[in-house]
């Protein structure tokens, strides 16, 4: 026996009295946890009024159904509105059918023309349905026109976002490569300009070692002795005070001469104990042998640069 | 003396809270409970089912109004339930010692029952009110007799392409719905 119809029976049998207190004890438990099984009995109900007005009933299932249900008013008042159900459903009129498979169109066409009422009717349907026909066929143009205007609208509005997207894209790219070729070309001219500066190699000369105003404080001159070939100056300018940030040196021809190097933002070191500013140059740059002069300057931002020091040297060929 | 409680709206707002967060689900459920309660003094044959069903109640909403915890609040009420049956039950005994027990009333079944005919209009109506696919159904599931019924049931469900049981439940439901717009309707026949 398949669980719903064993349910089905227990139902039935709780409703009529004939389940053993334990039995019926576990199925109202179960009524009340689950929806299910409360409507289960209840659809037991019914089939029990419908049997009993079917006279589907034993008797002794039937002396049951009088003695525990009939007494009910409300199963006596179900057994009334059963009795209207039966009949109404017994009665020929009404469509029994469920959900009928359908005919075929022109089987439908065929029966429903059968009557001359309908078939003059029809003609008047006809006339209205051909003339319609037209304005219908000129409507279902006009709609796919429409649609058709409405997609090419979409396409061309989708086009243009991505026309404009993409435009957007390049110009943010352009502007990218643009400074990147600045940012090149300033780079290029950097090491153009380093290189003009440190135009190869050049042998590293002994450092001369200078005090401000050498020559009158020491009474010797500071000879600076050039190699034949390009070698790299090194010049050291002693420091009576580190009072500076950094400072700016420039060395002249003679006092007033044309500049032969300048260096801007020269940071001190120590060497033998004495704070030095250290100056490199090629060699070239002293284009003619003689008396030189150097200017340092010191600078604390954001004042000017401050006078520091002159230094004199003199070039002397090897 | 030990006085009677009498349930409160916060009580039943207690209740409410306790079947379900939602409010309106609350109150369906609470329509469930109240239908269960009823067919089980219903069923078990007791006198003013009604008035139990509002004592049952009344017991499991004083509990949860007295912060009692209960974990499974459908047992609980079916424990009371059943515990307000058995107290019927001990009553009715005392009661048929005094009084010789009659016999449970029968209603008689009168083929031409008086109120027949705003019954059948009351039917008409309500049949007619129904939605065609469920007007079909029903007439189409109580239409045969005997051994052809079930012949019958068993072939709307293959054409439904359902199992039988599930016809069983959807013309049960059909059935209950009509039932109740008949009630309906001849409760205003009755004014």
Known sequence: MSVEKDKATSSRRYLLGALSAEESERLEGEFFDYDETFEEIEIAEDELIDDYLGDDLSRAERDQFQKQLLGNPRIAERVEFAKVLRQASKTPVQPTAIKPEPNSWWQSLVAFFSTPQRLGGAVAVLALVVGGGFLFVDWLRLRDESRRLIAERAVLQRENELLARKIENDTRQLTNEKQNVEALNTKLEQELENAQERPSPLALLSPLFIFPGASRSTGKTNDLILPSRSAMVRLQLALEANDYLHYNAVVRRGVEGPIAFRRTNLKPATSQSIQVIELRFPSTRLVAPGDYTINLDGVKPPGKPEFVATYNFRTVSK | ?191
């Open chain 2, 1 to 191: 003396m030990k006085r009677k409680w009498t349930p409160t709206p916060e009580a039943f707002e207690k209740l409410l809270v306790r079947l379900a967060s939602d409010r309106n689900e609350a109150g369906e459920r609470y329509e469930i409970i109240r239908l269960k309660l009823l067919r089980f003094f219903e069923w078990r044959s007791c006198d003013s089912p009604d008035h139990r069903v509002d004592e049952a109640f009344n017991r499991v909403m004083r509990r949860i109004d007295e912060g009692q915890t209960i974990e499974n609040l459908m047992a609980y009420f079916y424990e009371t339930a059943r515990l307000i049956f058995m107290e019927w039950l001990k009553e009715k005994k005392k009661t048929a010692a005094i009084v010789e027990n009659t016999p449970a009333t029968v209603m008689p079944i009168h083929p031409d029952y008086r109120e027949e005919e705003p019954r059948v209009r009351c039917f008409d109506s309500c049949l007619e009110d129904l939605p065609g696919e469920s007007r079909k159904l029903i007439l189409a599931y109580y239409e045969c007799e005997k051994h052809e019924k079930i012949v019958r049931r068993k072939k709307l469900a293959v054409e439904m392409k359902i199992p039988m049981n599930a016809l069983r439940i959807r013309a049960h439901r059909i059935r209950r719905d009509l039932e109740k717009c008949v009630k309906n309707c001849l409760g205003q026949y009755a004014n």
